[in-house]
């Protein structure tokens, strides 16, 4: 099939080169002239596995092309539209200016039958306002929410847990969710649940998933907070209560919190849409999720200053990590930034290093310290703080090899991804998040 994908940041470059891998004639287009520059040249313009190997193939195959020109849409059978949604400057609702000014410049290039699928995260009510626009031309809009993990997008593209649609009621919209299982149809034929729904339903699949999965993180954290207070130990709790196969034991990781892309701004954008529909209490939680998500960076913070006699002032705190989760370079709004900031705050000399998103950080965060090499990183560190837990730090970094190269033996667990006793057993005073 011929498809157009409209917006080539993270979704739009990875949904682009995985139809195109499942032998789909690909056209991507974005407003960006540097980033359509990198992927024709087969240049992922950010960290994926896996995802440089898949557009050099679509490229050589001829199926997938990029570029600025919106007209290369015309004549494609769906037109997937998988631009940004970030945060408001001033406030917390979703910006949708981006999906506005894509749909508006594809008007032109719609004929009768084409399908126009939202793949963007946008406030439940989004595809009830774009509707109108785009039935105009004889085109139908459905809404087909994305599910990836930065670090695992491939594959959640190509073999998902479940294919959503949202489609309106009525005859086109049976034919537009025909034509999206035609679209995925190495994943339907494998079985992989495809479920047809209202458009409302579709938008709300996308921001309940992320807001349940950010509410489950907070639970552990706020039991962390409980485990500090009483000497238990938060990760024995999260095994424990993760054997029962309704809790499960995935995102039930203690630390510093997630951040990212997705989460933090998709809780925020749903409590903000909430108010708008009147029922802002029933999203209330939210916020709590938020509050205890900031706060469990500030622990972090607390336990290095605790540690090093209650002040980092011209104390040198080495930070494991920048990127807000490993496999990835991704540094938006990254709890270990965060909290290598505050330490900076707080007159500690501070050191970051991260096998993929120094550059990215760098240029966020020019007033922190940068080294690439993770054991000149370690060198004369009064203290270590690991807030990404790449296996370059929970696997590689034996505690006796860094043991000889700091100057103290201080090191925080900012993600509970150490093996504590064999720290303690190198000399290390170990401080995990919730574990005594
Ligand atoms: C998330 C959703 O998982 C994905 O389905 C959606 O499409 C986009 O948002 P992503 O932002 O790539 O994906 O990251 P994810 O793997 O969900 O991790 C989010 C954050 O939570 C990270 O900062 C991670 O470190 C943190 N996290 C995750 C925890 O703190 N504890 C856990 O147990 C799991």
Redesign the pocket.
């Known amino acids: 099939m011929k498809l157009s994908v409209i917006g080539c940041g993270y979704l739009g470059a990875v949904h682009a080169a995985a139809m195109a891998s499942i032998g789909h004639e690909v056209v991507g287009i974005d407003v960006d002239r540097r980033k359509i520059a990198a992927l024709s040249g087969g240049e992922a313009p950010f960290f994926e596995p896996g995802l440089p190997e898949i557009l050099a193939d679509g490229i050589a195959s001829g199926r997938l092309t990029f570029t600025t020109d919106m007209a290369a849409a015309a004549g494609a059978a769906v037109h997937f539209i998988a631009v940004g949604t970030p945060q408001q400057k001033d406030g917390n609702a979703a910006d949708l200016t981006f999906v506005n000014a894509a749909v508006d410049a594809l008007l032109p290039h719609l004929r009768p039958g084409d399908v126009v699928a939202g793949k963007s995260t946008v406030p439940v009510g989004t595809s009830a306002d774009l509707a109108p626009r785009i039935e105009a031309t004889g085109a139908t809009l459905v809404w087909n929410p ?6 695992w997008a491939l594959q ?1 593209t190509i073999d998902p847990d479940r294919i959503v649609v949202g489609v309106a009621s009525g005859a086109a919209g049976e034919r537009a969710a025909d034509v999206l299982r035609e679209v995925y149809h190495p994943a339907v034929a494998r079985s992989i649940p495809f479920l047809v729904t209202d458009r409302p339903t579709a938008e709300l699949v ?1 921001v309940a ?2 807001a349940f ?1 950010a509410t ?2 907070s639970f ?1 954290n706020a039991m962390a907070e409980i485990a500090e207070v009483t000497g238990a130990d938060v990760t024995q709790l999260a095994d424990a209560i993760g054997h029962d196969a309704r809790i499960g034991r ?14 933090p701004k ?1 809780i925020r954008a749903f409590s903000a849409r909430a108010e708008e529909l009147g029922r802002g209490e029933s999203v209330a939680f939210l916020r709590e999720v938020d509050a205890i998500n900031l706060r469990r960076r500030e622990r972090a913070v607390q336990l290095v200053v605790a540690a090093l006699g209650g002040t980092v002032f011209e104390k040198r705190v080495t930070v494991l990590g920048a990127a ?2 490993p496999h ?1 370079d991704d540094i938006r709004d990254s ?1 270990g930034l965060d909290v290598a900031t505050q330490l900076r705050g707080l007159g500690a000399l501070v050191t970051v290093t991260d096998p993929a998103a120094i550059d990215n950080a760098r240029r966020t965060h020019p007033q922190l310290g940068f080294v690439t090499d993770r054991d000149e990183a370690l060198t004369g560190a009064d203290a270590v703080i690991v807030v990404t ?1 790449w296996d370059e730090y929970r696997r590689e970094l034996s505690p006796a090899h860094a043991a000889g190269l700091v100057a103290g033996r201080i090191v925080v667990d900012g ?1 509970n991804c150490l093996d504590a006793a064999a720290w303690r057993a190198a000399g290390w005073e170990y401080y995990g998040m919730g574990r005594p």
């Not at 994305?146 to 670090?151: S, V, Y």
């Not at 995935?250 to 989460?263: E, P, S």
């Open positions: 994305e599910f990836l993990r930065e670090g959640d996308k998933a992320n999965l489950k993180i552990i995935r995102f039930l990781g203690a630390g510093i919190g997630f951040g990212g892309g997705c989460l998709d807000f989760k990835s709890p837990e993600r």
